[in-house]
């Protein structure tokens, strides 16, 4: 049998062991005694402030640059290089940064970004990351503040969405996977918690409902779930672009009436295209008389709730079973910060908590403080989100995030009458919320030109989609920085650019 047996090193600095005592063979274990911490702490102190400053004036001085600006190839191959044997200073990753990274992002910081449906972050938010990274908290449990920290964040959402003191929340990385852990829990309020062990039968005959302009994520959670895209019926949408109620029922009637078992509905609180709000109110009563799970993905819309004005257009929202929204889109929260909030809160754990032997709960001690993060979601190592989210709310406040939120649909209608004042645009969807929808008089291809350009222009960025079968010039007003000067020059971009590009394909 081999003993250690451990001596110090007379010279103090390294640790010597002494192996095998039988056989007196000595075999020394010696360790670098080198950590990963700088060597000069002054020199790395003067390096982060310059850092720190570095971002500081990116943010201060956004609108000096572009928007967005094409990548070039020597940029890009910059980063097609074998990894580092050797290590450099931080200064030079630094420098590559600033130089290769930064002025090349896609600019949702930008107050004239407005593509898809993009936050523009804080300085605030930044600053909470910092400290984060710097503590390297793990949430995925365990008797901690930083964990603590998430459940106040919970406690102040489930106030803000009336939801009750035993509802369930997580931080996630988005409204992605905050819309595919509502439909695992669904599946288990349908199925029982059982069919975490027995899955699901091939013809398990589950079907879900969603309107026809639900996020992508919705289907790609039917089908991580197992149960399928084509068992997500995608329910017609009236005049302004909402559920259709009635087709809904219908679709749900007729299912049954076929054996099939319907078991959720997902209403949109601001769809991605158009910014429509499902009617909640009504869709709560369906879901209420034919017994099915209610989700909302509430991506960006749900925290209009924030604002005094958008609140009321949210009403309903409140029946939900589950609501996935994001921090990172209309909260400003820095990427990635998703929640998702479950009526039921005993539910969602059981439908997630996995025992293990290493993962044992106490009373006492670090082990303390179950259920764990890790228990209402598959993630185990979280990171600290919440410090974002609770540093936003904490700073701003919720009457500031609020008016700000109003803000953008202000500046959404502004765009609006910009627009009907022009001769050469067209609206293509009502303004519910942020989200305009129009055209260049013209061809498909020209409004898709129209909007590469503006984007290489680096003047403003919108984005594309199509609406009733035509594509559309989408402006999303979601970052908090964008003012009335901001959609001036998108629609100024946009009529010179329009007629620039006409000219050239006639
Ligand atoms: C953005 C969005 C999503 C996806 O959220 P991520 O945070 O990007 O995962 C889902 N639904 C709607 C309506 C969205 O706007």
Not at 192 to 199: F, S
Not at 347 to 363: D, G, I, K, S
Not at 447 to 468: C, H, R, Y
Request: hydrophobic content about 45%; proline content about 5%.
């Amino acid at each position: 049998m081999d003993v250690l047996c451990p001596v110090h090193d007379q010279q103090g600095k390294r640790d010597v062991i002494i192996l095998n005592i039988r056989s007196m063979e000595r075999i020394y274990l010696e360790t670098s005694g080198e950590t990963l911490d700088p060597e000069d702490w002054q020199d790395f102190r003067r390096q982060s402030h310059r850092m720190l400053d570095d971002m500081l004036d990116y943010t201060e001085n956004l609108r000096s640059r572009p928007v967005w600006q094409t990548i070039p190839p020597a940029v890009r191959d910059a980063f097609n290089q074998d990894m580092p044997e050797q290590s450099a200073d931080m200064t030079s990753a630094h420098a590559i940064f600033m130089q290769d990274v930064l002025p090349y992002a896609i600019g949702n910081a930008h107050p004239g970004f407005m593509g898809w449906v993009h936050g523009g972050g804080t300085p605030v938010g930044m600053m909470a990351e910092m400290l984060s990274a710097g503590l390297n908290a793990n949430l995925g449990g365990r008797e901690q503040m930083p964990v603590e920290v998430e459940r106040q964040v919970l406690r102040w959402m489930r106030e803000l969405f009336s939801f009750p003191d035993t509802a369930s929340g997580l931080f996630v990385t988005g409204t992605s996977m905050a819309n595919f852990i509502s439909v695992l829990v669904a599946r288990a309020a349908h199925l029982g918690v059982a069919v975490r062990d027995e899955g699901l039968s091939v013809d398990h005959g589950l079907v879900a409902y969603a309107s026809g302009s639900a996020h992508v994520s919705i289907a790609q959670a039917m089908d991580m779930a197992g149960l399928g895209t084509l068992a997500l019926r995608k329910v017609c949408l009236d005049e302004n672009f909402q559920m259709d109620v009635k087709a809904l029922e219908a679709a749900i009637v007729k299912d049954r009436a076929q054996g099939l078992k319907p078991f959720m509905i997902t209403a949109t609180a601001g769809t991605v295209d158009v910014g429509a709000i499902d009617p909640l109110d009504e869709i709560a009563d369906i879901a209420k008389r034919h017994g099915l799970w209610l989700h909302v993905d509430g991506a960006y819309g749900a925290l209009g709730m924030l604002s005094p004005d958008i609140a009321p257009m949210l009403k309903g929202m409140e029946r939900a079973d589950s609501i996935a929204f994001d921090f990172h889109k209309w909260g400003q929260v820095p990427y990635d910060a998703g929640f998702v909030l479950v009526k039921d809160g005993e539910l969602h754990r059981r439908a997630f908590a996995t025992p293990a032997a290493y993962l044992q709960r106490e009373l006492r001690g670090m082990a303390a403080g179950s259920p764990w993060p890790c228990d209402f979601g598959p993630d185990l190592s979280r990171s600290f989100r919440a410090l974002k989210a609770w540093f936003t709310l904490k700073v701003y406040g919720a009457e500031k995030l609020g008016s700000m939120i109003s803000n953008t649909c202000v500046l959404a209608r502004y765009l609006k009458q910009r627009i009907e004042a022009a001769p050469m645009l067209e609206m293509l969807a009502p303004v519910a919320l942020n989200i305009v929808c129009f055209r260049y008089q013209g061809s498909d291809k020209l409004n898709a030109d129209i909007v590469v350009a503006l984007q290489e222009s680096g003047i403003a960025a919108p984005s594309t989609t199509m609406v009733k079968g035509r594509l559309a010039i989408r402006a999303a007003i979601v970052n908090h920085r964008t003012e009335k000067r901001d959609i001036d020059a998108l629609v100024d971009a946009v009529l010179a650019l329009g007629e620039k590009l006409w000219s050239m394909n006639e």
